[in-house]
């Protein structure tokens, strides 16, 4: 699991202007959509997973260079 905040995570992976609106990235993250924790007040987006998209051997791999 690599936690990366929702600003560096969109920032990171989208174009300007075609990232998600940060409130709904949160309403993702609490339904389950997409995967990631809250810790204190902050969420966080699992990057490891969200790149893997559900293919468990790319998961690995990037949790082992991460």
Do not use: C, N, Q
């Not at 998600?20 to 997409?34: A, N, Q």
């Not at 790149?51 to 051997?57: H, R, S, V």
Request: hydrophobic residues 35%.
């Amino acid at each position: 699991m690599r936690l990366i905040t929702i600003p560096k995570w969109r920032e990171r992976h989208f174009e300007e202007g075609s990232a998600p609106d940060e409130v709904t990235v949160r309403r993702w993250l609490r339904t389950g959509k997409l995967a990631g924790k809250k810790v204190g007040g902050t969420w966080y987006v699992d990057e490891s997973e969200w790149l893997a998209d559900g293919d468990e051997l790319v998961r690995r791999v990037l949790e082992r260079t991460g």
